[in-house]
């Protein structure tokens, strides 16, 4: 079945600490990748994506994943985070599945709490 | 800026009643998306429209009926919803192709309606 797994739901974190929340997904053929974050109040917006090539790709922010296809694995990650990252990230897979219909998959979020 | 608007933000409504969601999207894209977030649920989606036919209608319950009148603009009608239904619903567009809704779109977002059911 497709699926995409967000194992850390909830993360708080001080000023300053680095951070990493890992994605996984169910699906063995060939996959587009993506984080979207979603900051309070606000829509969803890209914050980066993998589609081929450098499987280390870098967004907006100072984000940046790291695609490891024999993990099934796009990790988000961030050095030293912002009282601003404070926000719901989303990862999201798009895939022909097993259904053979393109569709999108997004993970369940992880809310992010930056103290300052 | 988001180059996808929704309207309303916010809507309350008996489970009689008939109301209907508006996307629309300034992004020149072909595709369009209508999205269900419930709390602490992956978002769901409903329904897919790649240039104006619907391709994908993703087991959605026929008290939900989506009409794409042209690439810009997406609707979503409501008739009988169930408290259950109560959610932020998210409209998004993607380039779109003429073969399908590619595997390489990325897909932008509105800022959503929050439904509440009565």
């Known amino acids: 079945a497709q699926s995409v797994s967000q194992h850390n739901h909830h993360v708080i974190l001080s000023e300053a600490a680095s951070l990493e929340l890992g994605c996984n997904y169910s699906?063995?053929?060939?996959?587009?990748l993506f984080w979207y974050v979603q900051y309070p109040g606000q829509h969803l917006q890209l914050l980066l994506k993998y589609f081929s090539g450098d499987p280390l790709v870098k967004g907006i922010k100072g984000f940046e994943a790291e695609f490891i296809k024999s993990k099934f694995s796009f990790n988000l990650r961030k050095p030293s985070v912002q009282w601003s990252d404070t926000a719901e990230y989303f990862c999201?897979?798009?895939?022909?599945?097993?259904?053979?219909?393109?569709?999108?998959?997004f993970g369940t979020g992880t809310r992010l709490l930056v103290s300052p | 800026e988001t180059g996808v608007t929704q309207t309303p933000r916010h809507l309350v409504m008996g489970m009689t009643n008939k109301k209907s969601l508006k996307c629309e999207q300034h992004?020149?894209?072909?595709?369009m998306y209508w999205y269900k977030q419930s709390a602490k649920k992956p978002l769901e989606l409903m329904f897919v429209?790649?240039?104006?036919?619907?391709?994908e209608n993703n087991s959605v319950p026929s008290r939900f009926s989506p009409e794409c009148p042209n690439s810009s603009h997406l609707f979503l009608h409501l008739h009988t919803l169930q408290p259950e239904d109560s959610a932020l619903y998210l409209c998004?567009?993607?380039?779109?192709?003429?073969?399908?809704?590619?595997?390489?779109?990325?897909?932008?977002f509105g800022p959503g309606t929050r439904l509440t059911v009565l």
């Open positions: 429209y790649n240039f104006k036919e619907q391709t």
């Open positions: 998004a567009s993607s380039q779109g192709t003429s073969g399908g809704a590619g595997r390489t779109d990325t897909q932008y």
């Open positions: 992004l020149g894209h072909n595709a």
């Open positions: 699906y063995g053929g060939t996959v587009n």
């Open positions: 999201a897979v798009n895939a022909k599945w097993d259904t053979g219909f393109q569709k999108l998959v």
